[in-house]
Nanobody
């Protein structure tokens, strides 16, 4: 069974920072585009950022400059550094692995980690 284990969520004041982590198995990680998505109450899940095996990144336009995605291939872990957090960043953040061993992509999801930005 594929597992994506997220950590690093919590409560932070506006203007603060958090770093999320997501670890998975080596076989999944090495064949996946990794990403972070988020879902706020009453809203659909949406893209935060993705990173390819080679390190190419993509971000939701509204988050560029505040959020940074990175991956450590030696630890099979993807990170999301979130700076200058605002109340509107409050959401459940989900790790995603777009696993493509050959030509077909299978999406795997973590259980999510809550990020709450509040004073």
């Amino acid at each position: 069974q594929v597992q994506l284990v997220e950590s690093g969520g919590g409560l932070v004041q506006p203007g603060g920072s958090l770093r999320l982590s997501c670890a998975t198995s080596a076989s999944i990680f090495s064949n996946s585009v990794m990403g972070w998505y988020r879902q706020a109450p009453g809203k659909k899940r949406g893209l935060v950022a993705t990173i390819t095996r080679g390190g190419n990144t993509a971000y939701a336009d509204s988050l560029k400059g505040r959020f940074t995605i990175s991956r450590d291939n030696s630890k099979n872990t993807v990170y999301l550094q979130m700076n200058n957090l605002q109340p509107e960043d409050t959401a459940v953040y989900y790790c995603n692995a777009g696993y493509t061993p050959l030509t077909t992509t299978i999406n795997y999801w973590g259980l999510g980690t809550q990020v709450t930005v509040s004073s």
